[in-house]
Structure formats: C-alpha cells, structure tokens
C-alpha cells in the first residue's frame, strides 16, 4: 500500500501546485501586481498537471520493481518538480518585490 499512498502524495501535490496557480490569478487581479504573474500561474497549473501525470508512471515503475524484486526507482520528476517550484517562486518574489519599490 506504501506505492499507492506514494502515487496519491504526488497527485495531492500536483493539486497544490495547480491551486497555488490559480491563487497567484486571483491575487494578482485583485491586486496592482504585474501581469507577469499570469505565466507564472499558467506554469504553475501546468507543472501541477505534470506531477499529477507523472505521479501514474512512477507508480507503475515502483509496483513492477517490488513485484521483480528490483531496485526501485528514483523518482525521477521530483528535482524538476522542486526546481520548477522553485523558480515559480524566485519570479514571483522578484515580482512582488519590483511592484512593490516601482
């Protein structure tokens, strides 16, 4: 069941990405913040969509090596996930942060 629960962390973080991205569209159209933001929003839906994709293919790869007594797998989308999360973020403090002195 571990596998299972493993698929559904990466399908509830997909979740939270994409939420975030729609989150990010709300605040900047209620804010003065730059428009900008909106690729940073639709970058964030789409890695979230990605993660939760991507969450089916780890899953398949870890039950095939459990069953076969292999290694298992590095997750291979998570430093893509924490980078894109991570550059999602750096352009959205450098935004704030340009609106907020400008």
């Not at 569209?25 to 003065?32: H, I, P």
């Not at 969509?49 to 969450?55: F, G, M």
């Amino acid at each position: 069941m571990a596998n299972e629960r493993t698929a559904l962390a990466w399908v509830r973080t997909g979740l939270a990405v994409v939420g975030a991205g729609v989150g990010l569209t709300s605040l900047v159209r209620v804010t003065d913040l730059p428009e900008v933001l909106y690729v940073v929003s639709v970058f964030l839906c789409l890695v979230g969509a990605a993660a939760a994709v991507t969450s089916v293919n780890g899953w398949r790869r870890r039950e095939h090596a459990m069953r076969t007594g292999a290694p298992l797998p590095f997750p291979r989308p998570l430093p893509w996930l924490a980078g894109a999360v991570a550059l999602a973020g750096l352009v959205t403090a450098g935004a704030v942060w340009a609106s907020a002195r400008g």
